[in-house]
């Protein structure tokens, strides 16, 4: 059974960069059919889309945080990463990672009970 776990800071002063690890278990991040995703939901809104990269290298991240935001990926220990510098209180939110086999669903960020979602993890800007 595939497993996904985020692991990074719960607290994040402003304006420096959270750094979020996914360690994926029970699957590979070499598959050539998953996006691995990044997403997130700030208190009272819904999931937002924010990267994806692929088996290929090839990586995408919404517009609004493109400037901001880094993904990455690490074969040996079959984890990906995300950064997003420069954070604000507008950052705070459960971030998730997932395993997403649909582009239309990486983008919209829908929650579809076949693919792969870690349990989120909360993280909080504030000084």
């Known amino acids: 059974q595939v497993r996904l776990r985020e692991s990074g800071p719960g607290r994040v002063k402003p304006s420096q960069t959270l750094s979020l690890t996914c360690t994926v278990t029970g699957g590979s991040i070499t598959s050539n059919y998953v996006y691995w995703t990044w997403i997130r939901q700030p208190p009272g809104r819904g999931l937002e889309y924010i990267a994806y990269i692929t088996n290929s290298d090839i990586t995408n991240s919404t517009p609004s945080l493109k400037s901001r935001t880094s993904i990455s990926r690490d074969t040996s220990k079959n984890q990906f990463t995300l950064q997003l510098s420069n954070v604000t209180p507008e950052d705070t939110a459960v971030y998730y990672c997932?395993?997403?086999?649909?582009?239309?669903?990486?983008?919209?960020?829908?929650?579809?009970?076949?693919?792969?979602w870690g349990q989120g993890t909360q993280v909080t800007v504030s000084s």
């Open positions: 997932a395993g997403i086999r649909f582009l239309s669903n990486v983008v919209r960020a829908n929650k579809d009970p076949s693919d792969y």
